[in-house]
């Protein structure tokens, strides 16, 4: 038997405990078959050879917490990250221009604004969007998505009046004299008929993301809001070929920030978790407890700084999640539970705690999401019931200084506690929560390393994790968190060849360097998805 690939002359972290390193891989069909020696010999006339001429190899990249299709949304609207709009007045004038671009009425979406990095340090305003577009109705999310700005034209043609009144679990922000300021957050954000895209529009969008994916070396996503659209979407991809990109589908639960739940139709159909394929499959179901530290909406246990006794919004009572998670748990499903603050991540504890016995739930490795301010006596319960806490760290680097500006010091320098998880054996695959921020990983691996922020603030050296664990987690441990810990996330034989060949070595680089990673060449499945120019 010759080998379909082999990959010699590599630096191979295979992140497998039982070979933790080789210098050789071989692949068969698409899946890891020998190392080194062996490997070697099985090199036949028709094997392709790749000279990795003394790169990193590691396995595929797995994003574990995403929204993939709200990425490949954001490709039709207005890109309004700081990258590219870093001031109000660039944000006018891109809405401004694309009012003159088409028809009057039509609306204009655009995503990513945050206003900690904004050179105004404030949200666009309602009279200033418009005045930028008043024809047209504008919303344009934060790039936390729990916060919208609007426009009179949106209000109106919404049905809303400029008095509105606040929904459940949301807010209307006002000025101070009592006018609505355009700031939206929120559930209130689910009151405004914003048009949503075609599925072929989506399809071509997804497209084109997935290669931004595999640029960035990510051979599986998690995707934490799939609905009708978004579940249509993804089969008929894997369907019609051309998409390599592994998916895991958590179903959206209940009707929360403008996204319409399907826990009723999941459950009455008998869907479980782990229906699907090595390719695409459900995962459970997704449950919003929450905002967001940078909308100042996360449930805190004591107020935001410089903000009254705000402690943020909670989205249902306990007994409302409860019931939720119980339902889902007695029908086979596992759940996802959105909990930022301390009483958010409290509430998600104890609706898990109650819906099953101890050991029934460490079965489900139910999931926790961002948990980025957990008590000490939180990890203890979270790692008694063997709960993943599916860490945020990217957040450190792409928005942590609003953590910081917002938090204050002592409570910033304990959020994403990477350290304190691995002390308690808790299982914390990294992520990006995409496209909240960007979806490169080493971005994040970066932040779990040294917790330094784009603008270079450190929050803390305590929590800080040595370059091997940053990888685990978005390698292994992030295979455990989907039950994929048997085909993906290490290097090993009998597992998928998912594989990643990176241009600097993550292990002995200067740790300031980590973020600048640039991934030579992608493959999944034995199959190069992604090769970079002249590497």
Same mark, same amino acid.
């Given at each position: 038997m010759n080998a379909d690939l082999i990959i010699k002359n590599a630096t191979i972290h295979t992140m497998d405990d039982n070979r933790p390193?080789?210098?050789?891989?071989?692949?068969?069909?698409?899946?890891?078959?020998?190392?080194?020696?062996?490997?070697?010999?099985?090199?036949?006339?028709?094997?392709?050879?790749?000279?990795?001429?003394?790169?990193?190899?590691?396995?595929?990249?797995?994003?574990?917490?995403?929204?993939?299709?709200?990425?490949?949304?954001?490709?039709?609207?207005?890109?309004?990250?700081?990258?590219?709009?870093?001031?109000?007045?660039?944000?006018?004038?891109?809405v401004s221009k694309r009012a003159q671009e088409i028809p009057?009425?039509?609306?204009?979406?655009? $995503?990513?604004?945050?206003?900690?990095?904004?050179?105004?340090?404030?949200?666009?305003?309602?009279?200033?969007?418009?005045?930028?577009?008043?024809?047209?109705p504008v919303f344009l999310k934060r790039t936390c998505v729990h916060n919208a700005v609007a426009n009179r034209k949106a209000f109106e043609a919404s049905g809303i009046s400029e008095d509105p009144v606040d929904p459940d679990g949301g807010h209307f922000h006002r000025n101070s004299d009592g006018t609505v300021s355009g700031l939206i957050q929120e559930n209130a954000m689910m009151e405004f008929a914003i048009p949503s895209v075609t599925i072929n529009q989506l399809k071509d969008a997804m497209r084109e993301a997935q290669e931004h994916f595999f640029q960035w070396g990510i051979t599986t996503i998690h995707d934490m809001a799939v609905s009708k659209k978004e579940l249509t979407v993804y089969q008929e991809l894997c369907k019609e070929g051309g998409f390599p990109l592994k998916v895991r589908m958590w179903l959206w639960g209940i009707d929360?920030?403008?996204?319409?739940?399907?826990?009723?139709?999941?459950?009455?159909?008998?869907?479980?978790?782990?229906?699907g394929d090595?390719?695409?499959?459900?995962?459970?179901?997704?449950? $919003?407890?929450?905002?967001?530290?940078?909308?100042?909406?996360?449930?805190?246990?004591?107020?935001?700084?410089?903000?009254?006794?705000?402690?943020?919004?909670?989205? $249902?009572?306990?007994?409302k999640i409860n019931k939720h998670v119980s339902r889902a748990v007695a029908n086979g499903m596992r759940v996802s539970i959105h909990g930022i603050g301390e009483r958010a991540v409290e509430m998600a504890l104890q609706a898990i705690e109650q819906a099953a016995p101890l050991d029934e739930n460490k079965k489900h490795r139910h999931r926790i999401e961002h948990c980025a301010l957990p008590s000490e006596e939180q990890l203890e319960r979270i790692a008694s019931q063997e709960i993943v806490a599916g860490s945020?760290?990217?957040?450190?680097y792409a928005i942590g200084d609003s953590y910081w500006n917002n938090l204050g010091e002592e409570r910033a320098r304990r959020v994403f506690p990477h350290a304190s998880f691995r002390k308690h054996g808790i299982v914390s695959p990294g992520n990006s929560d995409m496209p909240v921020c960007p979806g490169n990983p080493f971005f994040g691996m970066y932040a779990a390393v040294t917790r330094t922020t784009v603008g270079g603030q450190q929050l803390g050296t305590e929590e800080t994790i040595p370059v091997e664990e940053a990888v685990k987690a978005y390698t292994a441990d992030a295979a455990y968190s989907g039950f994929d810990d048997t085909i993906i996330g290490t290097l090993s034989e009998g597992k998928y060849a998912d594989i990643v060949i990176l241009e600097d070595n993550p292990f002995t680089i200067p740790e300031e360097k980590i973020k600048d990673i640039q991934v030579s060449q992608t493959i999944v499945e034995g199959e190069t998805v992604y090769k970079r120019e002249n590497s």
């Open positions: 390193k080789a210098d050789q891989i071989a692949v068969k069909d698409g899946k890891i078959i020998a190392f080194d020696q062996e490997a070697a010999l099985l090199q036949g006339e028709e094997t392709e050879v790749i000279d990795a001429d003394g790169r990193v190899v590691l396995p595929g990249i797995i994003e574990s917490h995403a929204h993939p299709l709200h990425y490949a949304n954001n490709l039709l609207q207005l890109d309004l990250r700081t990258e590219t709009a870093p001031s109000i007045t660039d944000i006018l004038e891109a009057e009425g039509e609306w204009i979406l655009g $995503m990513g604004w945050d206003d900690s990095k904004l050179k105004e340090k404030r949200f666009p305003s309602f009279e200033e969007l418009s005045e930028a577009a008043p024809h047209h929360q920030m403008g996204w319409q739940g399907v826990e009723e139709e999941a459950l009455a159909l008998g869907l479980q978790s782990g229906l090595d390719h695409l499959n459900i995962q459970g179901l997704k449950y $919003m407890l929450d905002g967001s530290v940078g909308g100042r909406t996360a449930a805190l246990a004591e107020p935001f700084v410089d903000d009254g006794d705000n402690r943020g919004i909670l989205y $249902m009572p306990q007994e945020s760290i990217g957040f450190i």
